[in-house]
Each structure stands twice: as structure tokens, then as C-alpha cells.
């Protein structure tokens, strides 16, 4: 009974399936980009369909603004005039912009007249914007200095300073400091100007002898030949360029009056800025440590001071940038800061500071405010309680921080964090705070917003007030309107792109487990069915899978960020508009692209483990198995070696002991007795000689001994080893391998001449037969011509001549093949056409081919086929091969017989179907008295094929049968002769009549 065919497992349902994975895919990559999309964009799932006011998102965008506002006040407050009366006057403290109409007033100075000391800077030290150690800088020359166009504070672009050490007993160091510092053009112009002068210590320079005695007397010497001025020049320009940066002592430096002012100097190395602005009652600040001890000799420390301020100060101006872009008017968002430590309040928002009023009561101090708001500790996790226990008693002073909650409650459409350091305080009106998500960017709690008040703004002081709030109709276009927009735009979208998603998702899972169920069967059968992929070795094929893969990848993402996520969402962030594209159609289409490559390879691999593991393949076809099996066979090789080398030497054979002995032997003497020793080295020449000559002593008698087997083998039996240059073991080999050659030669001799005896045998016997087989047959004809009549003398009669006639077919076959076999035979050979005497032969057989209804199939080709061969021998060649056929050929069937030309050869191919089955080898059928036809029934004598054979071989041609079942076939090849014009036609031998009755 058929079985019944499973339409789920047919060829269609997983094709169809593995398309239907590269759609699912491809709306997996669409839904799930879309749905990171908008979550980078902080779209929450719970927010889909949403106000933007109470969404995950806009508590994001408000503590990033927060976050942004309170660095920069940590960075900006600190440069700010905390102590309003120092200056005597009202300080316009207007912030950074001159623009009235912004309505900033943070109190930061616009005009400071506050100084930075280097030395405060360099200690690390709180800045008291006082001169202490000589060296300060004004802070509004270090602010303006760091809004020049070509200044750059991280490039050491100043001009090059010489460093000169002074001598011990200089004139002009009143001071008694160790270094002056000169800028180099200023150096070389007082040196040019005679102010001072270079003296060469021209013994360094050079070599002693009489011509320069007057240099020696007086080791240095002015600049008044021409041998010191070049060495001066070459001075010169490695100071003009920096590069003097050792010590330099063989060139003094005198003064106006020749007394030695510097012993030795060198080029400055170090971080040096072009001085756009000097320092505080001096011109430059070479001038400062020229003459101030705490700086002489610390030069590098001024710079790196320097560095530091100009790098804060450059920081204060990008962060004061901030602040001006959240300048009344132009944020939704408004904050004020209150540093209770010094009074200090940083706000943009004019009103509310109003309102406040604040006044630092120097009455109250955190001891007192903290035990005052001990009941003011707010429940975060519950939203509208931030004002519940506020009852705070303010006999000292203001509670400020109370007084802000109230305010800020009064304020209706505001959305507010409060936070107060000192006590830990926290306050606010939003929602979800209490909200905690998994996935990247859903972290903004209470606590978040608490590590603002922790991290960011205690650089400042451990002791302050800050709030921020933003108007939730979002009057004025910043980056809460963009959100909203954004918010509004694609919200709704967030919950069914994750539905879509996961729809999607769940789909391929589903297919692929269904694909994994029918993956390798059939719906015919319950087969595990194995493609030609799956045949490859395991670790072949999943290398080739994983390369193919990684290798594509790999070359199409060089050099792009398309799968960075974090790139791609900032590329995409902020839609200009609700009409905006959230997502990038070229990367998506990179994405999908990947993603389809990614699974054409995955089910290419996949599948095929899955066939591997149910046809129980996948470690019956890994390499790691084949390797295991060949250490197994390694293993078991050596151990088989180890013990044949046992069995070697249990034998105890007398030369195999000796050779091992003397080899070990000789070893211990050369490298363990005489060592490394003059001795030794002579011994072991003498020893190494003494091997050469061995080994070439025994490789002669090898070659001698080889010769010897070679002969032997080729047949010249007769062949003596000489034993005259032999000795020992290979001498006795020698005699042996002698005594079989001449034992071979004996019996071949004796073997050929028995073989000559049974051919003279059974020739004499066959002729001996003919003469009364012929009497025979003359009687026969006889008694037939007596004319009987009885019927049964006529059928003996018959049987007689059919008998007789056999017998001296049968006779003159041993004859001609007993001649054949030794070559007694007399050849005429000629060049024929093979083709033509073919054809002459199918002729004589076709009334035969025709009894046994045997088609004739020919094959020949058009030009004639020119041989060298007896005619006469052929023809018995050919008549024997043909007749075989009709003998023993299935009747009713075709014969092929087909001739080529082909490589200077004529290859005649004849072909049949047998009617007996071929239960036997080739070789036997060449053989005397063998026949096909194994019962004997038929006619022949089992001489055919054997005549045919040796016949053919006799012409130089090769005879070859060739069983597959049934198929018999029979090659016949000569070699190709060129053909000879008006060369006469070899006569054929005359055919014997058959006899009549």
C-alpha cells in the first residue's frame, strides 16, 4: 500500500515558507528600527497615545535641560562677584550679553576687576582673586584673552625664551637669583648691541698644538676671529629656533664690562602661549620671574598655571554660552540657583528673584535650618505631597526653601523640580517619577534627579537652592516645543509597531520550527533525504557558512557606522517637523539587505544541521572525528612499531645486537667520556672517518647486490654476483641470491623443454590421427554411395559423417594451435585494408547471423584502415571471432563491431549479448578446450579464441577480451600503416566447400 502523501512537508509549503521568512524579517527590521526609533527618542511603550507633559519623554528633555543649566552654573558661578560691596558701587550684573532685551540677570560681572594669582592655580588652591604671589593675571584680561580670534590655548605658539644661569659672582644679580629669562630676540639684541657678549672657550674647539698656543694661555677668547664667530652663528640660529635644549657652558656670556654674567644657557622647552595680555603691574611674565624669587627657576610652573586658568576661563565662556540660551524669553525652561554659603543667586527668571527676596541672614546657621526642616522630608514616591509636613519654624530667619515650595505651588501650568543640599530636600509636580523601565534611557527618577544636586553643582558649594521649572504651554519655540511636536507626531504609532513587531517575530519562530520538523523528509517517504552540502565535512561547512557571512558583512560595513545605533538615532533626533522622516530610508534598506544575507546563510547553515543531526551525520562526518580516528591509528601504529621493534630484538640476532651496541657505544664515548676535549676532538674525526669508509664499503656491496637481483629479475638467469669484493654477511647474501638464479635457469630450462614435449606430443598424435580419420571418412562416403534404403543405416550413416567430419575439424585445430603456440608457423606479411577483409568476413557469416536472427551492427570508417599482417592468418583470426559469435550469442539480439583509427592504431571492436551466463574470467577463455558454453552442448572445441589470440600476437597485433555479465567483447589492435598507392590486393585464402552428403 502507498503511503499517503504529507502535503506540509512538500517542496511548495518550504519554499513557501522560506520566503515567508525574508517578509517576516523584513517587517521584523521595519517594526522593531521604528520602535528603537522612538525609544532613543525617549517615546516610551506606556506613553503611546499620551500627553507629552506627562510623558517618560518630556521628564527626560526637562532633567537634560536641568542637567545642562546646572554645569554650566557649577562653571560659571564660580568667577562670579560673590561679594557685592567689595567693588563700593552697584555692579551692573547683567549676564555675558549686552542685550538688555534679554532680561538675564545672572550676577555675573561684566566688567572684573577681580585678578587670578598663578599661584593659587598651580597649588590647586580656592581662588581669592587677590595678588599674593606677584604673578596674577586680571580676570577680565584672562576672559577677553580667551575671545581672541587666533588664540589657542592647547598650542605652545609664543616666541622662543632663552633660559641663562647666573655666574657665581655675578655683578648685576643684586637679587641673588639663580636664572634670568630673556626672549630670544630680545637676548640676541643685546647681544648685537654690545650690552653683552659670547667669549668661546676655543680649547673645546680646538686640537692642541704650537699654532695655537695664544688661545691656550687665555681659555676664553672674544668673538674676533672667524673660527668663534661661525661657532657663535651656529648658536644663534639653534636659539632663534629652539633647539639649544641642553646646557650650553662652552660659550660664556660677559657683560659691558667683560666680567663673566652667565656661565652657561640654553633654549626654554615647555609649554609656552604668545602673551596676548600681561600680567598685573609688569609687561611681560618673564619680567615677574626675573625678579621674584618664588618664580625664579619655576618658569614651566607659571605656563602650566597659566594653562589651567585660560582652559577654566575658556570653559566659563562656553558655559556662560548655555546659560544665554536659556535667557528669559528665549526657554520654556527657567531656573534659579541660590548659594547659601555667600548669598550668591543665579537666575533668567527676574520675577520670581523678586518674589523671593532673597537675604542671606547670617543669623541662621545649616545647624539651625536643618533642625528648623526636619518635618519638610518629602514622600518622592507620591506626587502632590512635596508640601504635606511643612510646618517650619523661622524664628531665626527664612526658610527659603518652604518658601519657594509655596510660591511654586501658587504657579499654575508650571512643571517643577525643587532641591535643597543642605538639608536633603527634594520637591517637584511631575509624574512618574516612580516609574522604573528596562530598557536604555527609561532611568529618569527621583534619584536621577537627585545626582544633579550631588554631582554637579557641590563643585560650587555643599550649601544651596536650585529650581527649575518649565511652562507647560511652551510659549516659545526651544527644544520642549520640538519634543512636543515630535511626541505628538509619532506616539501613537509606538504600541502597534511593537505589536507588529512581535507578530512578526513570533511568525519566523513558527516557521522555522516548522521547517526544522520537515527539513531532510519527503512527502512520499519517512527518509532522511541529504543534499550534496550536507555530505561536507561539519567543520567545512560551517566554516564556509560563517566566512561566507562574515566576510560580505564585513567589506560592506568597513568604514560605516550605519549599525550604530547611538549615531543613527542622533542623525534622526529632533524632527524638524511633524512632516519630518523619523527613519533613514537608505540605512533601512542597508539593514534589510544585511538582514536577508544574514538568513540566507543562517538557513543554509541551520537546515543542513538539522538534516546532519536527524540522519545521525553531524559527528559521524566532522573533521574533529576523523582527526581523533587518525591519532587513534597513529597511536595503535607506534605501539604495533614498538612492539615489532621488541620482536625485533627478542630474536637475539648476533648483527642487529652488534650494530646497536657499537652505535650506543659510540655515542658514549664521543659525548660523555672525552667531552669537549682537544683529545676527543681528534677521536672523533678519526671515528667519523672510519664510519664514511664503512658506510661506503657496505653501500658498494649494496649496489653489487642490487645489480645482481635486477638481472635475475629480467630474465638473465645466468648472471653471477661477483664475490670477489664481498665480505661477511653480504658476501653469504651474494652466494644465495647465485645459488636461486642458477636453480631458476634449471628449471625454466627444464619447464620449457617438458612444454616443448607435450606441442611435439600432441602434433604427432593429431597426424597420426589424420590418416586413418581420413580411411574413415573415404568409407563413409562409400557406404553411401551403396544406396540403402532402410532408414536407420542412413541415420547411422549421417551421425558418422557428422562425427568424423568434427573429429578432423578438431585435429586440425590442435595442429594449428600447437604451431601457433610455438611460433612454427611461416608468415607472409603484407599491407591490407582491414576495413575491406571485414567486410569480406560478415559476408561469409551473414546466412549464419541470419539462422540465429543475430542483427549486425557496423561501425566503420570511410578511409581505409591500412595494417601489416599475413592475410591467410587473419582470416582464420577473424572466421574464429565470428564464428564464437554465432556460436554462443543470445539469438535474437544485436553485434556491434566497430573499427578506429585512432594514435597510429587500428582498433577492431567486436560486441555481443551471451546466451550462457559468463560465471568465469576472460583470461580463461584464451585458454586451450575452454568454452562458453560450460555443459558442452554446442559445437567447437574450445580452440578458437586460443588460436585467434596467438595468431594475432604472431603479427604484432593485440588480442583482448573484455566480461561485464553478460557483455562479451573482443579488441583486436594492429598498428596503422601508411597506405601504399597500386599495391597489389593480397589473395584470400581460398575457403574450404562444405561436403555435401
Known sequence: MMNKKKWQRSPGIKGLLLVLQYILLGGAIFAGLFFLTLEFHGVRLGDSGGD?????MFASDFYNATWNVAHAISSVASY?????TAAGDDIDRTAGSSDSS????SKVSSGDIRVVDLDEVVNDQEISFTNTSGLAYSLEDLKNWTKKQDYDYNSANGDPIVICHYAKDA???????????????DFLKLIDSGELAFAVNMESYMPQSDDWDTYQESSYEESSNEIAQAIIDEVKDDLQYGSLTEPFSEIRVNSKDGSTLYDYFYSYEGYEPKEHFTPVGADSILDVVNENERWNGHLQDAFNGLYDILSSIDNYNEQMDVLNGYAQGQSNMSYLYVNEDNGQVLTNDSDLEKELNYEKDKNVTFSDSADASANTATDFSMVGSRNSNTGFASGAGTNYYQKLCDILDGMDGFSY???????????????GLDRHYALPGNHITSTHWKEIMRQVLPEVSDNFIFVTYVNQELPVSDSFTDGKTFFDAYSRYQRPV????????????????????????KSTDEEIHLCFFDRWPTELSAGLVVFAWLLVVALFLQGSTILNLADYQIARLQAADAQGSLLNAYQLLVLIIIGFYTLFWFQIGYLSLVRRIKAKQLWKNSLLRRLLLLIVKVIRYIKRKFYALADFYSRNTVSRLKVTFAFFGYMLIKYFIFGSTKFFFFLSCLADLLLLIYGITKAYHREQITKGLKEISCGNLQYKIPLDRLSGDDKRIAEYINNIGSGLDAAVENSVKNERMKTELITNVSHDLKTPLTSIISYIDLLKRENFTDPKVLEYLDILETKAARLKVLTEDVVEASKASTGNLTLNMTNLDFVEMLHQVIGEFEERFEER????MVHFPDEPSMIRADGQRLWRVLENVFGNVTKYAMESTRVYAEVKNARGQVIFTLKNISAQPLNFAAEELTERFVRGDVSRNTEGSGLGLSIAKSLTELQGGKFQLYLDGDLFKVTITFQAQ???AEQPEPALPEQPKPEER
Open 978 to 980: 601508411a597506405e601504399i
Open 498 to 521: 511593537f505589536l507588529a513587531f512581535l507578530l512578526c517575530f513570533l511568525l519566523l519562530i513558527v516557521s522555522l520550527v516548522w521547517l526544522t520538523a520537515v527539513s531532510g523528509r
Open 853 to 856: 536472427q543475430l542483427t549486425m
Open 417 to 431: 523640580v525643587l532641591l535643597q543640599a543642605t538639608p536633603d530636600s527634594f520637591s517637584t509636580n511631575l509624574s
Open 52 to 56: 507629552y507633559l506627562d510623558s517618560s
Open 80 to 84: 562670579a562677584d560673590a561679594d557685592l
Open 171 to 185: 655683578s648685576d644679580n643684586a637679587l641673588g637669583l639663580t636664572y634670568h629669562y630673556y626672549y630670544v630676540d
Open 102 to 105: 534679554t532680561s538675564n540677570t
